[in-house]
């Protein structure tokens, strides 16, 4: 197999909670993509909303920016060149993986990425935010208080795109999505083994919340528009508009 194929859980391991680290940020993008249904179309979709909300000479965030999919997505849909993008994530061979990715796609857009913790960084007036697939990895209880130090940097009709994996309460739809995601990853060449080992190291570190729960929190934290625009199985996108 190729160094960028995800076979990392394809032998049986000891248990041990999921980390974002070297062995994780090298075949990241093989990994999300064959794990996570409409990840493809979320990334593209993000550049066309962004495309709709970034204003001219303003600040755009990429929080959780991993190899920074949403940032390319962004640099090469949005007309307007003159933005700044600035990613952040807290690991650093993620980091570092993502600057070496961008810096193949030349641009003339100012693009910063930083190692730092999403929670403690202090934001700047911006108009358009990506979470993508990161909100999932905080504490249920410091959710908020993320949620609304971002909305109180957002200028007026900026725009917020939220990623997330879901829970439902209703146990019937939770137990077939959780099943159709299964059939997904082995569509994508995973094993039995690699499904249940990984979803293992992903308990207590991955927290999915209802789409419910976010729809209400963005509501609570000041957000007048909140919708789903994108949905398959137990992997949506929000759009939240300020």
Request: aromatic share 10%; charged share 25%; proline share 2%.
């Amino acid at each position: 197999m190729s160094d960028n194929t995800d076979n990392l859980f394809s032998s049986l391991r000891e248990n041990s909670a999921f980390s974002f680290d070297q062995q994780v940020a090298e075949v990241f993008p093989d990994m999300i993509t064959r794990s996570v249904p409409g990840y493809t179309e979320i990334v593209e979709g993000i550049g066309h909303i962004a495309q709709s909300f970034i204003e001219h000479d303003s600040l755009v965030y990429d929080l959780g920016c991993s190899l920074g999919a949403a940032t390319l997505s962004i640099r090469q849909q949005v007309s307007d060149k003159s933005y700044r993008i600035v990613g952040i994530d807290n690991s650093e061979a993620m980091v570092e993986r993502c600057k070496q990715h961008l810096a193949a796609f030349k641009s003339n857009i100012n693009t910063i990425i930083e190692l730092a913790d999403i929670m403690d960084y202090r934001y700047q007036p911006c108009s358009f935010i990506v979470i993508n697939f990161t909100l999932q990895f905080l504490a249920p209880e410091i959710r908020d208080e993320l949620l609304q130090k971002l909305y109180q940097q957002l200028i007026p009709g900026g725009a917020l795109v939220l990623s997330e994996k879901l829970a439902f309460d209703d146990a019937i739809v939770s137990d077939k999505f959780i099943e159709l995601h299964h059939d997904y990853k082995k569509r994508n060449g995973y094993s039995d083994l690699e499904i249940s080992q990984k979803r293992a190291a992903l308990e207590n570190v991955l927290i999915p919340e209802t789409k419910q729960s976010h729809l209400n929190r963005l509501k609570a934290v000041g957000f007048e528009h909140t919708e789903c625009w994108f949905q398959q199985y137990n992997f949506a996108s929000i759009l939240a508009i300020k």
